[in-house]
């Protein structure tokens, strides 16, 4: 924010510089202007007594000495008028620049406001509250307007998807209950209260995996109802069902984007596990492939929460599946970081994909905190900690509430470790730029 400010305040300068360099030489005129009439009385003095010296030496008549005298006298009365205007100009030109040096600093400030994006100079934690209050905002408004015409489906499933970008999942809930008939034959919504449940309990359950079957009786090729399908599939240790339904989606999916490499990965652990391998360990802190949260990030809040000092404590049968050990806030940051700011703790695999293996979170009030990261933990089945074959452990205390890397948060690694390891120390020392 300090430098967009330096940057515009430079910027604004420079104009005011070229914009008013014809008044600076305006000005040094004014100078030599000021002596003008006596410049020019002296001069006519001069000249005067130039003639007269002719007419007494014989060299200039009578008649001829009274008409240069006239001459010089119009000569005279031509400079003063000359030298008025000059002078008068120059005072007006004086007026003109100390308006522009005042105008265009308010005219830019004036403008950046009416068409720019103030807010966006303000702190990323900053904007995040401002959005998320103005997203409460107009969820009361149309919650309101709502409640005064209470027969109209598309506002409800308007506010229900509101509540749900808000993580108010029973608010949501209600809003989708209020839809009425027209919920039961949309897919589409269907599958959106499917999704709703699931981040809500943080894992399928009897109502989401109905939900999710209804949606997909009704269209088969939605895509949100066969990322659930699959997801739902898998988590239930259907997985040729999990392939069908994630292989039908995938050609609709665009090449190469994350949802795609997601869904790639997905078929590849469901196809790797049909032949008979052991199911997955799926906790009430992960989520099911074909879900939309984030594969490079810990968005949403699916880390497993159970971060309080203590509750993350290395369990007694922690083995090779799991790694454990303190994080601490360096002595040199602890005044950059506020006890509600909330802390992120992950493990990545040192040579795979970016995507957490295992993930928790808690507070700056908790630290120093002992932690444990297992495959309990996992963000996605199959990818977890014990498939690894060496991990580090990051941390990050984020100033918007999100894993999303911002500007500001503080953060921290350790070493590379194997699964198994205990002990890992991680000092949160730096601050990302």
Excluded: C
Excluded at 84 to 99: I, M, N
Excluded at 225 to 251: H, I, S
Excluded at 410 to 416: H, I, N, Q, R, V
Aim: aromatic share 4%.
């Amino acid at each position: 924010m300090t430098y967009f400010y330096l940057a515009a305040a430079t910027l604004v300068v420079v104009a005011l510089l070229l914009l008013l360099r014809p008044w600076w030489r305006s000005g040094r005129r004014v100078v030599s202007a000021d002596f003008l009439p006596a410049l020019n009385a002296a001069i006519h003095r001069d000249r005067l007594a130039e003639l007269e010296r002719d007419h007494l030496n014989g060299t200039l008549s009578a008649s001829g000495l009274a008409e240069a005298r006239e001459e010089l006298q119009r000569q005279l009365l031509d400079d003063t008028a000359a030298a008025e205007v000059v002078t008068s100009s120059d005072a007006v030109g004086r007026r003109s620049g100390a308006v522009i040096a005042l105008l265009l600093p308010l005219l830019a400030v004036g403008l950046y406001a009416l068409l720019g994006t103030p807010a966006a100079v303000l702190p990323v934690a900053v904007q995040a509250q401002r959005a998320t209050a103005d997203m409460e905002q107009l969820a009361a408004k149309l919650a309101q307007k709502m409640e005064q015409n209470p027969d109209n489906p598309e506002g409800w499933a308007m506010l229900a998807r509101s509540y749900k970008s808000l993580g108010r999942w029973d608010d949501a809930e209600r809003a989708y209950a209020r839809i009425g008939p027209q919920l039961e034959k949309n897919a589409e919504l269907l599958a959106e209260v499917a999704e709703m449940l699931v981040q809500k309990n943080n894992g399928f359950d009897a109502r989401s995996r109905e939900l999710v079957q209804k949606a997909l009786r009704l269209e088969p090729d939605n895509m949100l109802a066969l990322f659930l399908g699959g997801g739902e599939a898998f988590d239930a240790g259907r997985y040729p069902a999990a392939v069908e339904y994630w292989a039908k989606l995938l050609p609709r999916l665009e090449p190469g984007s994350e949802d795609a490499q997601m869904v790639e990965s997905s078929i590849a652990m469901a196809r790797e596990r049909s032949g008979g391998g052991k199911k997955p360990v799926i906790g009430r802190g992960d989520v099911a492939p074909g879900t939309t949260v984030p594969q490079d990030d810990v968005h949403r809040g699916v880390a497993k929460p159970g971060a309080e000092k203590g509750a993350a404590k290395p369990a007694a049968n922690a083995g090779a599946t799991s790694v454990s050990g303190r994080v601490e806030l360096a002595a040199a940051l602890k005044g950059k970081a506020a006890p509600d700011d909330v802390v992120f703790i992950f493990a990545r695999a040192v040579d795979g994909p970016r995507m957490p293996l295992a993930a928790l979170r808690s507070k700056v009030a908790d630290l120093p905190l002992d932690f444990v990261l297992d495959d309990s933990q996992a963000v996605m089945p199959g990818a977890n900690l014990s498939s690894a074959q060496q991990v580090r452990v990051e941390v990050r205390i984020s100033k918007t509430g999100t894993a999303m890397p911002g500007k500001g948060d503080l953060t921290g690694k350790s070493a590379a470790v194997k699964p198994g390891a205990k002990g890992v120390r991680v000092v949160i020392d730096q601050i990302d730029p």
